[in-house]
């Protein structure tokens, strides 16, 4: 019996949700996600020691205002982890926009670009690179016109279904719906453990895929945010699934039966429908798990980012000294 990693495999993409560049190398996923957390994480290990020396020893060179700086040191680091997942995968590598341009347009196409720009300087097309943007109205709008321009975007931090339906109406290439964190929203909030077939998260995601394929909408549905593999298995089948390594161990370890769960052949009749700006604000406020979680997520990434150029701004001085 092959592993339940394997089996998985012949019917979802399988991605890495990580910056471990040995992990990525055992467990060989087609893609590999990223965001300020997983960024900072890879940084605080030896591999990336000198990639933290150069861009210091960059930094220095540009000189001008602290704190500017620090920002663009942080973000060339980012872009030498995501360089370095790009050697071991095959498929793409998505990068985050920075989580405090979650609601500015302009300023997330600004930086969208400039990282597709960066990433061209070490030979790198913007063909292995998604953009990953926070699943605001601003972000998704920033998404529908990167998309023009053939930049792939990666929507994350989603939520809810007024998301999805937003994405797909911007043409979004790619959706990260998170299914943990609900499920984390929902236990806090109601005291319940649920099963894998009960699991908020998973019912979300299901709904959402069963949305897309009924209505032929091509945006690719990659479950993200997963708590334990139950999750996982109650979802294979979706497009592609983001997993951690520890979960991608549990399952390469586990010879059991794994069972499909979703397939554009089972697929139900689910309307279409169009969300404006003032509906998709609508029914954020009405859900408030995924205005909560949102808010949350934002704050997290912020948080890390900040953290990254608190490191480089310490660095920087140390060198000037």
Known sequence: MTSKLDQLREITTVVADTGDIQAVARLKPVDCTTNPSIVLKALGTEMFADDMK????WGKKIGGDADAAAAAVADRLAISVGSALVKLVPGRVSTEVDADLSFDTEASLKKARSIIAAYKERGIEKDRILIKLASTWEGIRAAEILQKEGIDCNLTL????????????????????????????????????????????????????????????????????????????AL??????????????????????????????????????????????????????????????????????????SQVRKELQLAAA
Do not use: H
């Open 236 to 309: 294979a089948g979706c497009d592609r699934l983001t997993i951690a390594p520890n979960l991608l161990d549990e399952l390469s370890n586990d010879q059991g039966k794994l069972e499909r769960k979703l397939s554009p052949e089972t697929i139900k009749p689910a309307p279409k429908v169009t969300v404006d700006e003032k509906t998709f604000r609508w029914m954020m406020n009405e859900d408030a798990m995924a205005t909560e979680k949102l808010a949350e997520g934002i704050r997290a990434f912020a948080k890390d980012l900040g953290t990254l150029r």
């Open 158 to 233: 989603l939520f809810s279904k007024a998301q999805a339906i937003a994405c797909a109406d911007a043409g979004v290439f790619l959706i990260s719906p998170f299914v943990g964190r609900i499920l984390d929203w929902y236990k806090k909030s109601t005291g319940k453990d649920f099963t894998a077939e009960e699991d908020p998260g998973v019912l979300s995601v299901r709904d959402i895929y069963n949305y897309y394929k009924a209505n032929g909408i091509k945006t690719v549905v990659m479950g993200a945010s997963f708590r334990n593999t139950g999750e996982i298995e």
């Open 54 to 57: 150069e861009a210091i020893a």
